[in-house]
Nanobody, 130 residues
Framework: QVQLVESGGGLVQAGGSLRLSCAAS????????MGWFRQAPGKEREFVTAINWNSDYITYADFVNGRFTISRDNVKNTVFLQMNSLKPEDTAVYYC???????????????????????WGQGTQVTVSS
């Protein structure tokens, strides 16, 4: 079982930066691929980025366009999301998720599918003012 706790959200002006963290409990963190998703008011939860267990595969949603960077530290059981050049449309609750435990193969489409993640954090609010 993995429990996830996000932090680092807040209010920032357009063009600013935030660094989100997701701390995981349990000794199996390194077996999971990790993803970040977000949900804006009135919208469905959408994929932002994901990273495999050893960081040699990373993928981003098209809207990221080089502004965000995902990373992980398997010693500290933490995954990070560095967000730069933030826009008002990035305003949302950001969630981290863990999935694909023990799986050696998965596609980008799999990583983008929120139904394939087994564990979710409670979310952290990111608000970008114009």
């Amino acid at each position: 079982q993995v429990q996830l706790v996000e932090s680092g959200g807040g209010l920032v002006q357009a063009g600013g930066s935030l660094r989100l963290s997701c701390a995981a409990s349990g000794r199996t963190f390194s077996r999971y691929a990790m993803g970040w998703f977000r949900q804006a008011p009135g919208k469905e939860r959408e994929f932002v980025t994901a990273i495999n267990w050893n960081s040699d595969y990373i993928t981003y949603a098209d809207f990221v366009n080089g502004r965000f960077t995902i990373s992980r530290d398997n010693v500290k059981n933490t995954v990070f999301l560095q967000m730069n050049s933030l826009k008002p449309e990035d305003t949302a609750v950001y969630y981290c998720a863990a999935g694909f435990s023990g799986r050696s193969y998965f596609s980008r489409k799999d990583l983008m599918d929120l139904s394939q993640y087994d564990h979710w954090g409670q979310g952290t609010q990111v608000t970008v003012s114009s």
